[in-house]
């Protein structure tokens, strides 16, 4: 061990190995897919580390030893809110949300009355859902769009907090003023300085707890619209090809699947075409994607 490391391990709290690191990382990517490189070790030891102060542990060791041998659904649940990272913002990747918009109406045209459904599988604390949803009631004129939207995450308290629809005011500041008064109510007394997305847009969006590992996903209809932004960075390859095809199942020949700006789905899928701006629908054609649709009935 080099003097470096050896001082950095004399200042930790707990003692942590490379073998506990490797440790942590199998486990997270055997039980939500998440690729953890070895920059992230210092990320892993802080938040990790919070697991053992809660729980009055000594050693990762323990804590690893105890997450495998009691199988404890809820710590194993802590674990992973651990290490989930969850950047988000309203509106962010702004350019995809007037594709969204002007699907909208396409969509409305041909579904004859049947609600427009829409899929964001990484919903964070909820600004991505809600900036959905704002789009669809802008698109529509109405607090009553006639969407369906669905958000998932893996993580259950970022959850609690989309479903809660509260945020501190700063995260509004670059919203535009009219959007702002339309779609939030301004906290006071004890509640200045929060906002709360109105209750008519919040029943708007079904919060559901998934892991995008699952063997089956719950759902029984395909989606209109699927969002899929910055979270397949996460995954190695082959875990991303096995969710895009799973994706792809659950998608229209005219549904979109969005991606992040940092994401490429054609590298890992042949049953996708781009159409610009990291938004993807389906090829049209293809033996190969019907045997996914085969695969998945069979499942």
């Given at each position: 061990m080099s003097a470096l490391k050896k001082q950095e391990q004399e200042e930790r709290e707990f003692?942590?190995?490379?073998?506990?690191?490797?440790?942590?990382?199998?486990?997270?990517?055997?039980?939500?897919?998440?690729?953890?490189?070895?920059?992230?070790?210092?990320?892993?030891?802080?938040?990790?580390?919070?697991?053992?102060?809660?729980?009055?542990?000594?050693?990762?060791?323990?804590?690893?030893?105890?997450?495998?041998q009691h199988n404890d659904a809820d710590e194993w649940q802590a674990f992973t809110n651990a290490l989930t990272t969850n950047l988000t913002s309203f509106f962010r990747e702004e350019h995809h949300f007037p594709i969204l918009a002007d699907h909208l109406v396409k969509m409305a045209a041909s579904r004859h009355g049947k609600p427009i459904r829409?899929?964001?599988?990484?919903?964070?604390?909820?600004?991505?859902?809600?900036?959905?949803?704002?789009?669809?009631?802008?698109t529509f004129n109405t607090l009553k769009p006639p969407v369906q939207i669905i958000a998932t995450d893996i993580d259950t308290?970022?959850?609690?907090?989309?479903?809660?629809?509260?945020?501190?005011?700063?995260?509004?500041?670059?919203?535009?003023?009219?959007?702002?008064?339309?779609?939030?109510?301004?906290?006071?007394?004890?509640?200045?300085?929060?906002?709360?997305?109105?209750?008519?847009?919040?029943?708007?969006?079904?919060?559901?707890?998934?892991?995008?590992?699952?063997?089956?996903?719950?759902?029984?209809?395909?989606?209109?619209?699927?969002?899929?932004?910055?979270?397949?960075?996460?995954?190695?390859?082959?875990?991303?090809?096995?969710?895009?095809?799973?994706?792809?199942?659950?998608?229209?020949?005219?549904?979109l699947l969005l991606a992040g700006h940092s994401e490429n789905f054609l590298y890992v899928s042949d049953h996708l075409q781009l159409l610009g701006k990291t938004v993807y629908k389906l090829k049209t054609n293809g033996a190969a994607r019907s045997s996914l649709f085969t695969n998945r009935k069979s499942s």
């Open positions: 003692l942590f190995t490379r073998d506990d690191f490797v440790r942590i990382k199998s486990l997270i990517y055997r039980h939500a897919g998440i690729s953890l490189s070895d920059a992230k070790t210092d990320m892993v030891y802080s938040r990790i580390g919070r697991r053992l102060r809660a729980l009055d542990m000594q050693s990762f060791k323990h804590y690893l030893d105890a997450l495998e829409i899929w964001c599988s990484a919903a964070s604390t909820g600004e991505e859902p809600y900036s959905i949803a704002m789009t669809a009631c802008e308290n970022v959850l609690a907090t989309a479903a809660a629809g509260v945020y501190p005011v700063d995260r509004i500041k670059k919203m535009d003023d009219t959007r702002v008064r339309k779609f939030f109510e301004k906290g006071t007394g004890k509640h200045d300085g929060l906002v709360r997305v109105k209750k008519a847009v919040r029943e708007l969006i079904h919060f559901h707890q998934l892991n995008l590992l699952d063997g089956q996903w719950p759902f029984h209809d395909g989606f209109d619209v699927i969002f899929c932004r910055n979270v397949m960075i996460y995954f190695d390859k082959p875990t991303q090809g096995k969710i895009i095809d799973k994706f792809i199942t659950l998608m229209h020949e005219d549904s």
